[in-house]
């Protein structure tokens, strides 16, 4: 084998390892962003505290909601979907801890905007 030949292998080597290593990469990140997406659903509140009231009770406002046709309820913050039974359970528990909105509420907005700089 001549010496050229070598180097013209060893650069398609090259190629061949940074190509493989960047579609790697890309993959590891991408997973990882699913994976985090999928966290940010068990830390979403699914619901903020609304002072709706005149005499200043606070309530908790739901972000559920069902769209037309369909049996589920979607977040409209974070999108997990659920049915019934399951957002009566979320609702009821978070109404009866405002606490724990604020908490959850405060954690999500810092991962999502990790998120959206990262
Ligand atoms: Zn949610």
Avoid at 25 to 37: A, D, H, P, S, V
Avoid at 75 to 86: A, H, L, T, Y
Wanted: aromatic share 12%; glycine share 4%.
């Amino acid at each position: 084998m001549e010496f050229y030949q070598i180097i013209i292998l060893m650069i398609i080597g090259a190629i061949a390892i940074r190509f493989t290593f960047k579609f790697n990469l890309n993959r590891y990140l991408e997973n990882r962003r699913k994976i985090k997406i999928d966290q940010l659903k068990n830390i979403c509140p699914h619901g903020r505290i609304a002072n709706i009231t005149n005499d200043g009770k606070v309530a908790f406002e739901s972000f559920f909601v069902s769209p037309v046709g369909t049996m589920d309820y979607i977040c409209s913050q974070c999108n997990v979907k659920v049915g019934e039974e399951q957002v009566n359970r979320l609702n009821e528990r978070y109404r009866n801890n405002l606490d724990l909105i604020y908490k959850k509420q405060e954690e999500f907005a810092r991962r999502v905007k990790k998120l959206w700089l990262a």
